[in-house]
């Protein structure tokens, strides 16, 4: 099958996904938070994370992207950073009573956006297309890491 490179899934995806960040960006800008703010803000809100390392890990980024987030979140009052009683090195970060006030108006938004894009769609296709999406993200966290793991031998050379 020689599908148009303009068809596959990955290019449509990308589409796709470009179109829900400029959605969300417009939606949660007023609020104060942006896109990427909201897996660091969940993980917090929910406990899952604390440390620039879990949250890091939690959002799939690397340390310095998520170093330079929190701190322009910092600098934007959302979170605020407090030594770690169990490791003078590291900091605890926790949100900050403005970002815990905001986070329910910017999750309802978010819901609402993903409502209207998602109209027409019946929920057994939601649910279905959750799942694909879900499986895809396994399938390319999976060969991105046999990627990044599977190091050049002399034999690959030329």
């Known amino acids: 099958m020689d599908l148009d490179v303009l068809s596959t899934p990955g290019h449509l995806i990308s589409l796709a996904a470009r179109g829900f960040t400029r959605l969300s960006e417009a ?5 104060g938070f942006g896109v990427g703010h909201l897996p660091v803000l969940v993980a917090l809100r929910d406990g899952q994370a604390s440390t620039q390392r879990d949250l890091a890990r939690f959002a799939k980024i690397e340390q310095p992207p998520m170093a330079q987030m929190l701190a322009r979140m910092e600098r934007d009052g959302l979170i605020e950073r407090r030594p770690d009683p169990a490791d003078g090195r590291s ?3 926790t949100l900050t ?3 815990e006030k ?3 108006d910017a999750i309802t938004a978010l819901l609402k956006g993903n409502g209207e894009v998602l109209q027409g769609f019946s929920d057994d296709e939601v649910a279905q297309l959750v799942d694909m999406l879900t499986r895809l993200i396994a399938n390319l966290d999976r060969v991105a890491g046999a990627d990044t793991s599977a190091k050049p031998s002399i034999n690959d050379v030329g």
């Open 91 to 93: 900091s605890r970060i």
């Open 102 to 104: 905001q986070l329910p």
């Open 97 to 99: 009573a403005q970002a």
């Open 27 to 31: 939606r949660l800008k007023p609020l």
